[in-house]
């Protein structure tokens, strides 16, 4: 019997990036803005590379999910919103942690299992939490942050604090009922909360279009419950901007939910065990000319940014990657007085005893 060509990935034409011009050089966005997200990027891409190292020397514990070529849309979210704003993430979290400003050090030994870290080394890698910063935690059951972020922005709506609640999330999610449980919801209440598609064209080894009835997961959908349907440049850290900017205002002015697929790609697999055999090979070499970094710093470049300053700025960051890396290898694994703390609503782990 012939192969069925929705499911043998060998037969599948490659989905290539279509060629992108926004005139987005010349965007009213301010130089320092612009200068801080080419240096997020950095930190996130500096950062993940790094902790990618660190699992492969057996250092991080348990997996770790990547966001390695994505990290154009952590940055131009990170950038618009406010410091007192909630971002929900999935277990893909660490560069939407990083974009809210938690501290590189913290983070990395978070992911070490170590006492310094961020959780006291309990979370882990997709367990990322730093309330101090609005980042209220990365989640592994798929799609049930989106309901979580629902009630942190009905919150903000009923005190009237001007907040709005951010939710993060893969293209995968879209076909589980909390997304359109979520949506529905966030439109009839008209709650301060953007929900952003993470499309990077794949639900961890499948092909987002082999199993989704419309081309465009997140943004084909948004008519249905009333929400306009607003596609990006996930891999542009300027068009993200501009498009969280609006949103985000669209939210604070009680004008209610917006829901945006941003389009990118992973440069490696779904999570450390993963190769990505996958994915056809002119596919990941043409995504590859998409790539953030470069092609940002070219528009810099063309800016007036001089590029001693750009060489600078990844020198820096590299510098703080060290730092992070030996203040997280100093820590110690946490003992029982950590381990055995904050696991039940008492805090304690003997309550049955």
């Given at each position: ?44 891409r500096q950062f993940e ?201 669209r939210a604070r002015a ?100």
């Amino acid at each position: 019997m012939p192969a069925d060509p929705r499911y043998d990935y060998a037969l599948r034409e490659p989905r290539l990036p279509d060629p992108v011009d926004h005139g987005l050089r010349d965007a009213a966005i301010d130089m320092d803005v612009r200068l801080g997200m080419y240096r997020r990027l950095h930190e996130l891409r500096q950062f993940e590379k790094r902790a990618y190292d660190l699992f492969m020397q057996n250092l991080v514990k348990g997996t770790s999910h990547l966001s390695l070529g994505m990290e154009a849309i952590a940055t131009g979210f990170g950038a618009a919103m406010r410091p007192d704003d909630y971002t929900f993430a999935t277990y893909r979290g660490h560069a939407h942690t990083l974009a809210r400003g938690a501290e590189m050090g913290p983070v990395m030994a978070e992911l070490l299992g170590r006492e310094n870290g961020i959780l006291g080394g309990k979370g882990g890698s997709m367990h990322l939490t730093d309330v101090s910063k609005g980042m209220m935690g990365s989640y592994a059951i798929i799609g049930a942050h989106l309901c979580i972020a629902n009630g942190a922005a009905w919150s903000a709506q009923m005190r009237g604090t001007d907040q709005a609640a951010v939710a993060f999330f893969g293209d995968g999610t879209t076909n589980i009922g909390a997304f359109h449980e979520a949506l529905n919801m966030a439109k009839i209440w008209d709650l301060p909360v953007v929900f952003v598609c993470e499309n990077n064209l794949y639900m961890e080894y499948t092909p987002i279009d082999l199993i989704t009835a419309v081309p465009n997961p997140a943004a084909d959908r948004a008519g249905a419950y009333g929400l306009e349907s607003i596609i990006v440049d996930g891999n542009d850290p300027d068009a993200v901007f501009l498009e969280a900017t609006k949103a985000l205002a669209r939210a604070r002015a009680g004008d209610g939910p917006s829901l945006i697929e941003a389009v990118t790609y992973r440069s490696g697999g779904h999570s450390r065990a993963d190769p990505g055999k996958y994915r056809p090979d002119d596919e990941v070499e043409a995504w590859k000319g998409r790539d953030p970094i470069p092609m940002y710093h070219d528009r810099l470049l063309s800016l007036g940014a001089p590029e001693d300053q750009l060489s600078a700025i990844s020198r820096e960051v590299a510098d703080a990657v060290d730092q992070a890396t030996e203040f997280a290898k100093a820590g110690r694994e946490p003992g029982e007085e950590v381990l055995l703390t904050d696991v039940f609503a008492d805090g304690g782990s003997r309550w049955r005893n």
